[in-house]
């Protein structure tokens, strides 16, 4: 523990922001991290409690505060390598993590939790910086090979810990570039690509081969997920070309809203409009790019993907953004003393919210009104919750214009159709049914395939596809030799 009293002495200091005027003219990055004498003075905070909640509270068990106190004595270089011990990505994570550490922080209870993610951050932005984030190639191969399936977090940190145990690593992606939801789907101005690009070089460094443009089985005729493959690999050349097969597909079965006027031009899955600007930004020419300029737009869905395209269409230049949420606006407080150690409800305003949106809660949309086959307008209703149904209020509805519609409801399920095609089983969500504890974790019912990630959790967050990485990666590597020793 670096200071007893810092957490008397010292207040939570939030990262800054670049001020909306400014950033909303680019894509680029905003967020102003801790320099080193605030990042210590932040790390001062902990008060290496004894009985680390943060630690439990994050999906990858960072050692938080040990990394806390390195940062306090400046030891950046073992900070790193403390960091690096738990998490494959912390420039991922220190970027786009909503930090259910610090919900957990002991601190947190009666005072502002430790800014640990603001710390994370710091300590991997001055490892890059101070070039100590290096290749490290297997010393031993050894024979085997392994072919990851989606190359998002999930993908990218198993496919990391298998190399690093010797293993030969093919991960194949259907997209022209690789990373999964952090490539294409989270705007470049929450995370700018280069992270990856450099988290690539080093994993090739390491052995790991990416195929991308490949599709492996088939998806189904009309779906709208982002698929630019050039050529498809059937499961069984698959199967039989690699000793084992890890499936981290994501959940990209995007949920739908069924309602009259569903099939207007202008009315889009938020998956058809935040990667185009992903690949704009990326320098590529899109003919018929979904563009939000003087616009009139309704985001459908009060979540993070709701967020970021309320975020991409400010930058557009829309004449309105109006985000939608079925559910009651939650309270701007927790109930500490109920909700902790725990991730809380409570009413959350991100960056994008601060540029410029309109948010109505427990409002329901029941139509959408066209003109000669596109989008003009919306017809809205309240709705209240009671005994967990959902009623309309009478008299309560309302015509809003509406140019452009960007349903952001979340993901229901991975693409059926890549399980079907490897025979995987699904549960009853429809995910890889594999279990994450016992003696098969992770193996799905069909010999040598795992699931992790998003394809076997459902949709959820960058933290936890990784941890689903990693410890799928253990289990892959003892079904291949017997044991293990990558972390758990
Ligand atoms: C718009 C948006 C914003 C988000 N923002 C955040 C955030 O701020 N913080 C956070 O923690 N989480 C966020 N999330 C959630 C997070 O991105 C996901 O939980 C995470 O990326 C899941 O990782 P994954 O590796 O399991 O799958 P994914 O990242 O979905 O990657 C799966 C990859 O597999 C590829 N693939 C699928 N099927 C095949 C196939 N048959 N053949 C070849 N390739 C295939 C896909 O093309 C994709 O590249 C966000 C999600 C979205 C949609
Ligand atoms: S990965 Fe997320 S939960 Fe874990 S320490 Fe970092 S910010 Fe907190």
């Known amino acids: 523990m670096g200071k007893i009293t810092g957490f008397m002495e010292f207040e939570r200091l939030e990262e800054g922001y670049r001020p909306v005027d400014e950033r909303v003219k680019h894509y680029k990055e905003f967020v102003i991290g801790l320099d080193e004498s605030q990042a210590k003075v932040q790390a001062a905070r902990c008060m290496d409690c004894g009985t680390p909640f943060c630690n439990s509270g994050c999906p990858v068990n960072n050692i938080i505060p040990d990394f806390n106190d390195l940062v306090f004595r400046q030891d950046w270089k073992q900070a790193l390598d403390t960091l690096h011990s738990t998490n494959n ?269 309109e948010r109505e809660f427990a409002i329901a949309t029941k139509e959408f009104i066209g003109e000669s086959g596109r989008v003009k307008a919306l017809k809205s209703v309240r709705v209240e919750w009671k005994d967990g149904k959902m009623i309309e209020v009478p008299g309560s509805e309302k015509v809003l214009p509406a140019d452009l519609v960007f349903l952001a409801m979340g993901f229901v399920s991975p693409i059926g159709s890549v399980l079907e095609a490897f025979g995987v089983d699904k549960d009853a969500r429809g995910n890889a049914k594999a279990a994450t504890d016992g003696e098969r974790s992770y193996a799905t019912n069909v010999a040598k395939v795992f699931a992790a990630g998003d394809m076997r959790r459902g949709q959820s967050l960058v933290v936890w596809a990784i941890r689903e990485g990693r410890q799928a990666a253990r289990a892959v590597d003892e079904f291949l030799m017997g044991a293990s020793t990558l972390p758990r």
């Open 89 to 357: 990505f912390p420039e991922f994570t220190g970027r786009i993590c909503p930090a259910p550490c610090e919900a957990a922080c002991t601190l947190n209870v009666n005072d502002d939790p430790v800014g640990i993610k603001s710390i994370e951050h710091a300590i991997i932005d001055r490892g890059w910086q101070e070039g100590w984030v290096v290749p490290q190639p297997a010393p031993v191969k050894t024979g085997k090979s392994v072919a990851v399936v989606g190359s998002g977090p999930a993908g990218l940190a198993a496919a990391q810990q298998l190399a690093r145990a010797g293993h030969a690593v093919t991960v194949f992606e259907k997209n022209d570039r690789v990373g999964g939801l952090l490539r294409y789907g989270i705007p470049d101005f929450k995370m700018e690509k280069h992270h990856i690009d450099r988290r690539v070089e080093q994993m090739q460094a390491e052995g790991v081969t990416f195929k991308t443009g490949v599709l492996v089985a088939e998806l189904p005729a009309a779906i709208k997920v982002t698929n630019w493959a050039k050529q498809t690999m059937p499961p069984k050349d698959l199967l039989a070309a690699f000793d084992a097969v890890l499936l981290t597909g994501g959940a990209e079965q995007p949920r739908d809203l069924p309602v009259p006027g569903r099939e207007l031009d202008g009315i889009h899955f938020a998956m058809e409009f935040l990667p185009q600007q992903n690949k704009v930004n990326a320098g590529d020419v899109l003919k018929n790019q979904i563009r939000a300029d003087g616009k009139h737009v309704i985001v459908i869905g009060g979540g993070d993907t709701g967020s970021d395209c309320v975020g991409t269409s400010n930058r557009h230049g829309a004449a309105s953004v109006t985000q939608f949420e079925l559910m009651p606006q939650p309270p701007e407080h927790e109930n500490k003393p109920l909700t902790w150690p725990y991730w809380p409800i409570k009413l959350r305003t991100s960056s994008s919210h601060e540029e410029g949106c």
